[in-house]
């Protein structure tokens, strides 16, 4: 039987899985992160993606020629004075964005270095002397996690921006690289440094899961461009809100928990795996699986 028939066929019958055909997958919006020196043009090519969320956590863009831009973009602005520099409220934000209806199609992040760093400073001094081996960038790199997988979630376009930083190998330096959490690239569709040459910004890619955005290859850094490579119906194309964890799957799942040993570590990373901190944050299909393995688990 040809596969494509034979799914057919199955879900037509009662079953669990939940794989679907490929193409049917709709074309996710793109997660991405920038980097570069300061002034190349990270932040004002950012700015001209379509219906932006602009966080900014730097008090950086809040001139006339950048809100200008932002709000002729259909855009708006989120300072510091408005909790851009905290974590919980950024990922409050991305929460909302994600579960509510509105027209913002681009959610930029600037600088995601400063809102790390700032997390990790808070905590170096909280420590004192007993920061050591990294302790100070646990709960930073925490938030960084829960946020990725709510950004993960989100039906937007998604531009970290991130400050440029050396690295040294053998006490040479090595090239340069994003100066935030290391793993970060590795979560997202592309990692793009962003370079000037005379009067020209160019985007040299570092990383990347996207056929249109060859690994090593450099390009115009201009939102036209951009589209060009990667879709323009996709990047404009309405943001659709994630459905939540229903109430009676919610009261489902602590019921089971009442009748089935699980411990709270356990739950504490089937919480982290999905970016929330309890079962009512949960996505509708999130909260699903956990109802089918707990049911499983009676059997």
Same mark, same amino acid.
């Given at each position: 039987?040809?596969?494509?028939?034979?799914?057919?066929?199955?879900? *037509?019958?009662?079953?669990?899985?939940?794989?679907?055909?490929?193409?049917?997958?709709?074309?996710?919006?793109?997660?991405?992160?920038?980097?570069?020196?300061?002034?190349?043009?990270? =932040?004002? #090519?950012?700015?001209?993606?379509?219906?932006?969320?602009?966080?900014?956590?730097?008090?950086?863009?809040?001139?006339?020629?950048?809100?200008?831009?932002?709000?002729?973009?259909?855009?708006?602005?989120?300072?510091? *004075?408005?909790?851009?520099?905290?974590?919980?409220?950024?990922?409050?934000?991305?929460?909302?964005?994600? =579960?509510?209806?509105?027209?913002?199609?681009?959610?930029?992040?600037? !600088?995601? !270095?400063?809102?790390?760093?700032?997390?990790?400073?808070?905590?170096?001094?909280?420590?004192?002397?007993?920061?050591?081996?990294?302790?100070?960038?646990?709960?930073?790199?925490?938030?960084?996690?829960?946020?990725?997988?709510?950004?993960?979630?989100?039906?937007?376009?998604?531009?970290?921006?991130?400050?440029?930083?050396? =690295?040294?190998?053998?006490?040479?330096?090595?090239?340069? #690289?994003?100066?935030?959490?290391?793993?970060?690239?590795?979560?997202?569709?592309?990692?793009? *440094?962003?370079?000037?040459?005379?009067?020209?910004?160019?985007?040299?890619?570092? &990383?990347?899961?996207?056929?249109?955005?060859?690994?090593?290859? =450099?390009?115009?850094?201009?939102? !036209?461009?951009?589209?060009?490579?990667?879709?323009?119906?996709?990047?404009?194309?309405?943001?659709?809100?994630?459905?939540?964890?229903?109430?009676?799957?919610?009261?489902?799942?602590?019921?089971?928990?009442?009748?089935?040993?699980?411990?709270?570590?356990?739950?504490?990373?089937?919480?982290?795996?999905?970016?929330?901190?309890?079962?009512?944050?949960? #996505?509708?299909?999130?909260? &699903?699986?956990?109802?089918?393995?707990? *049911? !499983?688990?009676?059997?």
């Amino acid at each position: 039987m040809n596969p494509k028939n034979q799914l057919k066929h199955t879900t *037509q019958m009662t079953t669990k899985l939940l794989a679907k055909t490929p193409k049917l997958t709709p074309p996710s919006k793109p997660k991405i992160l920038i980097f570069g020196k300061p002034g190349v043009g990270k =932040t004002w #090519t950012s700015l001209d993606f379509p219906s932006c969320y602009y966080v900014d956590c730097e008090a950086g863009a809040d001139l006339g020629h950048y809100t200008d831009k932002l709000e002729k973009s259909g855009g708006v602005y989120m300072g510091p *004075q408005d909790g851009a520099l905290d974590f919980p409220t950024v990922i409050g934000q991305v929460k909302a964005l994600a =579960t509510e209806s509105h027209n913002f199609k681009t959610l930029i992040i600037d !600088s995601v !270095s400063k809102l790390f760093n700032q997390a990790v400073s808070v905590e170096a001094q909280r420590l004192g002397d007993k920061d050591a081996f990294g302790a100070s960038k646990k709960p930073a790199i925490a938030y960084m996690r829960q946020l990725v997988a709510w950004v993960t979630k989100l039906d937007m376009n998604v531009i970290f921006i991130a400050h440029e930083k050396m =690295t040294w190998v053998d006490d040479k330096q090595g090239p340069s #690289t994003f100066d935030c959490w290391d793993k970060l690239e590795y979560e997202l569709h592309l990692s793009l *440094q962003i370079i000037k040459r005379g009067s020209e910004r160019l985007a040299f890619i570092r &990383k990347s899961r996207l056929t249109g955005f060859p690994d090593a290859e =450099t390009f115009a850094w201009t939102y !036209s461009e951009f589209a060009n490579r990667y879709g323009k119906d996709v990047l404009e194309k309405k943001s659709v809100a994630v459905k939540i964890a229903d109430p009676s799957d919610v009261a489902e799942v602590k019921r089971l928990l009442e009748h089935i040993k699980v411990s709270q570590d356990d739950i504490d990373k089937w919480w982290a795996k999905a970016g929330v901190t309890s079962f009512e944050e949960m #996505t509708d299909e999130q909260i &699903k699986k956990v109802v089918t393995f707990l *049911q !499983s688990k009676t059997k």
